[in-house]
């Protein structure tokens, strides 16, 4: 009877199985020879979560390359559209789009400075859902797309979100920027100075509760909308 060759690392024998002095068949000699050589290759041949997230890490870098460049270009040229397409393609076509913070906001800047108002809540509200970008990042580029098209008074709750979710990391209030932060649309809407402080009271009652529902400040501020109508 004739004996099967026998791989001793994985167990693989077969009538046409051929295993080298060390009595490895081809492909864990061929691993072996990774190890000692090129440990990476090894674990993205042989390792199913590395080669994946060696995959996502490649994939990011590709799209951070093309964000870096199309934002240098910016740079020199000033156009907005053209910034705007490339940003697009990496940061809303691609799947999984681009992970950055900065170049999130970077894209935001464009839509505003380009006077896409639209695109940029649509954008906005997209990052929530994605969490693509803290809450108190997002509801300040709101407020400032309200205020572009002066609707003040959602702008100021926008505002309000903001300064609360920012609150939440350290439960502390910052009455004083809250203030100036709500005081142009105040007087755009023609209310009296005295309801920013009492606007900056319904903010600080929630930190100090430790509160950060969103929906209860909402709820209070539009009953003050209401009543103030």
Same mark, same amino acid.
């Given at each position: 009877?004739?004996?099967?060759?026998?791989?001793?690392?994985?167990?693989?024998? /077969?009538?046409?199985?051929?295993?080298?002095?060390? /009595?490895?068949?081809?492909?864990?000699?061929?691993?072996?020879?990774?190890?000692?050589?090129?440990?990476?290759?090894?674990?993205?041949?042989?390792?199913?979560?590395?080669?994946?997230?060696?995959?996502?890490?490649?994939?990011?870098?590709?799209?951070?390359?093309?964000?870096?460049?199309?934002?240098?270009?910016?740079?020199?040229?000033?156009?907005?559209?053209?910034?705007?397409?490339?940003?697009?393609?990496?940061?809303?076509?691609?799947?999984?789009?681009?992970?950055?913070?900065?170049?999130?906001?970077?894209?935001?800047?464009?839509?505003?400075?380009? /006077?896409?108002?639209?695109?940029?809540?649509?954008?906005?509200?997209?990052?929530?859902?994605?969490?693509?970008?803290?809450?108190?990042?997002?509801?300040?580029?709101?407020?400032?797309?309200?205020?572009?098209?002066? #609707?003040?008074?959602?702008?100021?709750?926008?505002?309000?979100?903001?300064?609360?979710?920012?609150?939440?990391?350290?439960?502390?209030?910052?009455?004083?920027?809250?203030?100036?932060?709500?005081?142009?649309?105040?007087?755009?809407?023609?209310?009296?100075?005295?309801?920013?402080?009492?606007?900056?009271?319904?903010?600080?009652?929630?930190? #100090?509760? #430790?509160?950060?529902?969103?929906?209860?400040?909402?709820?209070?501020?539009?009953?003050?909308? #209401?009543?103030?109508?």
């Amino acid at each position: 009877m004739i004996e099967l060759a026998k791989c001793k690392r994985c167990g693989k024998s /077969g009538l046409f199985l051929r295993t080298n002095s060390q /009595g490895l068949c081809k492909d864990c000699a061929e691993n072996d020879k990774l190890i000692k050589t090129d440990v990476k290759k090894y674990l993205y041949k042989t390792d199913a979560s590395y080669r994946k997230a060696t995959d996502e890490l490649d994939h990011q870098d590709r799209l951070l390359k093309v964000a870096l460049k199309a934002r240098d270009q910016y740079k020199i040229d000033g156009d907005c559209d053209k910034a705007i397409s490339e940003y697009e393609k990496v940061m809303i076509e691609a799947t999984p789009p681009l992970k950055s913070n900065a170049h999130a906001m970077f894209l935001l800047d464009l839509y505003l400075k380009a /006077g896409y108002n639209n695109k940029a809540w649509g954008y906005t509200n997209k990052l929530i859902q994605t969490h693509g970008l803290d809450i108190d990042k997002i509801r300040k580029y709101q407020a400032k797309i309200l205020k572009k098209e002066e #609707k003040h008074a959602e702008a100021i709750k926008m505002l309000m979100l903001h300064h609360l979710a920012k609150s939440k990391w350290n439960n502390i209030f910052n009455r004083e920027a809250f203030i100036k932060d709500i005081m142009p649309s105040i007087k755009k809407l023609k209310w009296a100075p005295e309801d920013a402080d009492t606007l900056a009271d319904m903010v600080s009652a929630q930190v #100090k509760a #430790k509160d950060y529902k969103e929906s209860a400040l909402t709820s209070k501020y539009s009953e003050y909308v #209401k009543a103030h109508a």
